[in-house]
Structure formats: structure tokens, C-alpha cells
């Protein structure tokens, strides 16, 4: 948890201009040697500080803090209602992981869990998240749904449906999506969706979706990540640091309404859709299942939102599940 005076020394450096320490601990009402100390705590965060003689100090890159009373102005009317509660944490192990322990205390639905850093974040098949401090969006979302797991078949295709609405109502453009749940920007992995699920096989159960969005991720962050990945900074050429809670709001516009009506709808009402996102479609693959590798070209996804790939010998086998790779021509 960062402390008050953390916080307001955060927002005092926001802006990414120099500030000298005099100036800093008259906004605190601290000394100077406290005001270092402060700077020292922010460091074991993970926000990168930069400190000139005569200039003062900055932050490496500006930010903007979640806020819950910035991200509700951007909700939509129809939104509101959906969303039961919204939690912003300075550090947490997982959101999704936190969600699901709230789930199994009885939770409402329509709980959000946003955090600034996580420590545990979780990508698919036990990867970690890389989940730097301040810059990204980390959002996990709880739903319950009566029908059981078998009423919720696709819903991660839906998911990147709704993101990709997000992304393109923020005049983001050329992204597209990667079976099962990946969102792409030419070629490099820019989200990801992972969906959790617990409850009754044949009854009601309670899943948690969470989203990892790069908005603007430190190259030395992402030297540990083994594929190409790109960021918001990087694919709009500007600084967006300013804008990260109405992106928040904007997804949120979008993810809710599609749990909400998704045991109604199914995976049917958004597979065109889809479809017409699909940057995997006629590319060369390699799909990875246990010890066995397929090699083929992407076909689409059927009607159940299996992918779909056609072998060197010109059959077509439908994948459930298993790690899609981009072969390297």
C-alpha cells in the first residue's frame, strides 16, 4: 500500500517535468532529507526516477494514477448499473486471483479489481504477467452465470471482441485478435485475456476475467517476455499517460454489457465478428499440444470457435486448446 504522502509526491511528478527538492517538500510539508527518503520508497515500487544536480527530480516517463472517480466519469449510463464495485489497488499478488478468493466470499457480480503493479501477475499456462508499476492496466472482472462452465463455452472469444470495440472507440487501429485470447497489433501481442473459472460443473458458476493491456511498457520490463510484444506508446507515437482512465472506462464500457448478456446470447451472436478480427487467418502456424507440434495454415474457427487448421496433407483438424505460434518464415 503506498501511503498518502506517496501519493502525492506521485502526483506532484506526474507531469514528467523536473521538480527541485525545495518545491517538494513544501508541497509535502516535509524536509528535504525526508523528501529523498520518499523518492528511495517510490524506487521499490519500480518507478523509475531520474535525479539532476540543480533541476530536481522526474519521472523517467509521466503517469497517470487510477482514479475510480475519473474512470466513472467515462462510464456509460447503461454501464453503471452492471458495475457493483470497483477496487483500485496500489499493489496486489493478482487481480484475478484476488477476485476469485472475493467469489468464494460471496461476492456481487460485476465486482472490478484494478491494480497499479501487480506481484503475481498471471498470463496463460502459469506465465507470469510482466506488471510494471503506474503505466499499464491490470482489470479483472467477477461474473456469475447459472448455466454452469457449459453455458460460458467461447466466452473468451467474446472478451477480445469487446476489447478490440474498446481499442478502436480509442482510435486505435489495425488490432486484431489471436486465438484463443490474444489481442495483436501487426504481428506483436499488445493484451491478454485470461478467464477463470470455479463452481458447479452442472450448476451455477463464477468466473473471473482478467485483462493485461501494455500501455506503456519499459523496454527493461519486457526483455524477459519470449514474443514480439508492442505497446499503446509505441503503436500511437505519443504519450498517453493522461488517458489510461478513460481507456479504463472505455473497456469497461464494452466487457460489461457483454457478460451481462452473454448466457443469453452465447458465442453465435459474436463469431462474424470475430471473424472479422482474426489476424491468424491464412497464416503459416505451429500449435503446440503437449509433445506434439502441428504445422498448417489457419482456417478460421468453426461454429463452437475451435481453430481451425489445414495440414501439409490438405486435412483440416479443429484445435480446442494448445500454444498457437506465428511461424518464422
Known sequence: ?????????????????FHSGTELAGLLGVSRSAVWKHLSALSEFGV???AVSGKGYRLHRPLQLLDAQLIDQYLESRVRPLLAELEIHDQIHSTNTYLLEKAGQGADIGSVCLAERQTAGKGRRGRHWVSPFGHNI?????????????????????MGVAVIRALRGFGISDVGLKWPNDIYWRQRKLAGILIEVSGETSGPCHAVMGLGLNVYLPAHEGEGIEQDWVDLHGILAESIHGKRNG???????????????YETRSLGYYLEEWRGYDCMQGKQVDIFMHEQTFSGVVTGIDDQGLLLLELADGQIRAFASGEVSFRQL
Not at 491490470?138 to 472469444?157: D, E, H, K, N, V
Not at 481507456?247 to 448478456?261: D, F, H, I, K, M
Request: proline content about 4%; overall charge neutral.
Open 247 to 261: 481507456l479504463v472506462g472505455e473497456l469497461l464500457n464494452q466487457l460489461l454489457p457483454v457478460l451481462a448478456e
Open 138 to 158: 491490470y482489470l479483472s472482472i467477477l461474473w456469475r452465470f447459472q448455466g454452469g462452465p457449459a453455458a460460458i463455452t467461447g466466452l473468451s472469444l467474446a
Open 1 to 17: 500500500m503506498i501511503s498518502l504522502k506517496l501519493k502525492q509526491l506521485l502526483n506532484a511528478l506526474a507531469d514528467g517535468r
Open 48 to 50: 523509475e526516477l531520474l
